[in-house]
């Protein structure tokens, strides 16, 4: 069964203060009609990754890449470096080097895929953690209990930091923990 992407969704603090948060369209808009003083640093919610957001892009999805692959299917092509053994292996695949990879890739993600939502959702609010309480008493601590997967004690050692950012942490956190100890 094809995997379903939910649109995506960004979060933009300034300071410890969340100021916006949804699509690229809704983000921009409330930057728009706020004047901050400080720096605004945007999140993309599924990676935790930092972006900015182009005023002239303000779509729910970032534009269509050009280039080799199918993109009216979706494929992109990027470049993958292996040793020489996996590439006599992919070689003797009797559906080709793709198509290899891809049934390879789909097992993976079949294998855990709750596993793999919330290692992915640890990893995404890490970088958020990072970049808005890096410096705020707890962090190692904080650190530690996220990737020892103890809900409990992450919640106890965030519990004293500014409320938007602990509440977004334990939003993007969703089910990252083990069931009943969500934070």
Do not use: N
């Amino acid at each position: 069964m094809p995997a379903v992407h939910a649109p995506r969704s960004y979060t933009a603090f300034a300071g410890a203060r969340r100021i916006a948060s949804g699509s690229a369209r809704e983000v921009l808009q409330r930057l728009g009609e706020l004047a901050c003083a400080g720096p605004v640093l945007v999140f993309d919610d599924a990676t935790g990754a930092q972006v900015e957001l182009d005023p002239r892009l303000a779509a729910d999805d970032p534009p269509a890449r050009a280039g080799p692959g199918r993109p009216k299917l979706g494929v992109v092509s990027r470049e993958v470096s292996l040793l020489p053994r996996h590439w006599e292996w992919l070689e003797q695949q009797p559906s080709g080097i793709s198509a290899a990879l891809r049934r390879l890739v789909e097992e993976a993600i079949r294998r855990a895929p709750d596993a793999e939502r919330a290692r992915l959702a640890r990893e995404a609010a890490h970088r958020v953690m990072t970049a808005l309480a890096g410096d705020l008493p707890g962090y190692e601590e904080a650190a530690r209990a996220l990737f020892a997967r103890d809900a409990g004690r992450f919640a106890q050692t965030t519990r004293r930091w500014p409320a938007d950012i602990r509440d977004h942490l334990a939003h993007m956190l969703g089910h990252a923990f083990p069931p009943g100890d969500d934070p």
